[in-house]
């Protein structure tokens, strides 16, 4: 972290924490945690003395060898070995009972109490610091873990074909053991931030920590585990949440075992049935996830009395209740508006009014909203996010209305075009025109799938077309990763096809191959000389004739 930097943009710049955080692409809690740390040390003030360094900072402020994460004496800290022996040795004794019975004596003492979630997460430091167990306890509201399923499932694209492969995120409340799980064809931070809230809706509350695995989506670096670098955006659901992020240990999987269970669970027994549909959309695939998920946390339990949800019936009035609404991930890109009236954005497309075109807007998107702005911030139109790669979300009412004859991309266009190469070229071209709701939606498709011809040769475009035909998958997807062996077999490469050789160059003349050869010149030259005497020819000819 760069400590010179953060303490001169907040003294200087009278920025804030959250300010600071954003523009240094670091967890706010870490900069705030440190800005109330230098402004309690002794031994460093701003402004900063001449020539120090990060280490230096970093030294002075955190000069307490016995505690560098500099606890607030004003709080008034548990008995947390009287906490671990009532939870080890009282049946049904929760967490919430402990923290609500500490709260009581401070407030009735006048000292400063925790609140739950500091208590939850300083007695998980208590017990990892004293090794008072080699299992980690699982105490009613206290905890969710989360992670992602190492086998995957799939959906097929139904307007391409194209298997798109499924990760399973799974959560799990330790106490009660239920489960939750979602499909994700995408696993960016939206997503991620998406499945996480739909975990604590799921739940129907919000426990005091979070413990997921050491991913990207989580965690920035965790070398000491003690004081962990979040990714931004999810420390920011975790505060709009009132939790507490605490991830794994590196390679330790004690620290998160039951969500480690709860996978091996989902992939001997809920996968194997899923495998065997087939799912051309990721809603049918979840559903029947849930589906069989509701079955399983209906399940009684081999080793004990009852099921998942009988225990999570009891936990569920340990957790914290949930925020009005949730905290939402916010993408934003600058895109220009193509000829086709669309941006493109995450892989998708989405049609702009036709006043826009070729302008400059601004997209904000969330995990299922995309708005599109003017460069001015004038709001546009709204789409629902598309759902899988290269999918076009189209307002008619975005296009002109004889859009056809707006400009030379059109279908009757791109099938001339397909004709120039062969029939079964012009076959595939027409099915992928008829592919989409709205012809303009293919129009992309066209072009790149016509560009092979100048890449490889018409006569290859023709053989991977024929071949795409036969096996009816007439996909422009199907002839991007079958046209090079195709080329390859036909003797064909890119680098040896000369497209010019068989067109001239845009605005010459064309002319025969033996219009440069001598002779042909000379009898130009000849017959341009004639044609300017004619009297000097008639007489020669007169010549002749005598």
Known sequence: M??????????????????????????????????????????????????????????????????????????????????????????????VYLWNKYSTACSREGKKAYSYRQFCFRFNTWCDENDV?????????????????????????????????????????????????????????????????????????????????????????????????????????????????????????????HVEGAVKILEEGLFHILEERQYFSLDDLNEDLWEELDKLNEQPFKNKEHNRNYYWEEEKHDLMPLPSVHYEYTERKMARVSSDFHVRFDNAYYSVDKAYLHKDVLIRATTTTVRIYS?????ICEHERARYKGQHVTDVRHLPKHFSSYRSWNGPYFIGQAMEVGQNTVKVIKQVLASRKLEVQTYRLCVGLLGYKDRYSKEVLEECCRRALELNRPYYSFIKNTIGAVADELGVHPDTVSPKEAEPERGGIPRPGRASDLDTLLNRSKSLLDEGHPEDSNTADGKEEA
Request: glycine share 6%; aromatic share 10%; net charge negative.
């Open 2 to 95: 760069d400590y010179k930097s953060i303490i001169t943009k907040h003294y200087l710049l009278h920025m804030s924490g959250a300010e600071i955080a954003d523009e240094l692409n670091v967890s706010k809690s870490g900069v705030n945690g440190f800005l109330q740390a230098f402004n309690r040390s002794s031994e460093i003030a701003f402004p900063l003395p001449a020539g120090i360094t990060n280490d230096g900072i970093y030294a002075l402020v955190y000069s307490d060898p016995e505690d560098t994460r500099k606890r607030d004496e004003s709080y008034e800290l548990p008995d947390y070995a009287d906490v671990h022996k009532q939870m080890t040795t009282r049946k049904n004794m929760t967490l």
């Open 133 to 257: 167990s080699l299992v980690m306890e699982a105490y009613s509201g206290q905890s969710m873990e989360v992670d992602f399923a190492g086998n995957t499932l799939q959906v097929v694209n139904r307007q391409t074909g194209e298997i798109l492969p499924v990760v399973v995120f799974v959560a799990i409340l330790p106490y009660s053991e239920k489960i939750y799980a979602e499909g994700m064809i995408s696993t960016k931070e939206p997503e991620w931030i998406s499945v996480n809230n739909h975990a604590l809706d799921f739940f129907g509350g919000v426990p005091a920590i979070v413990v997921p695995d050491n991913c990207k989506q989580a965690v920035i670096a965790n070398k000491d585990w003690i004081d962990p670098e979040l990714n931004k955006d999810y420390a920011e659901w975790a505060e709009h949440n009132g939790t507490a992020i605490l991830p794994a240990k590196v390679k330790h999987p004690r620290y998160k075992n």
């Open 375 to 379: 460069r001015g911030g004038e709001f």
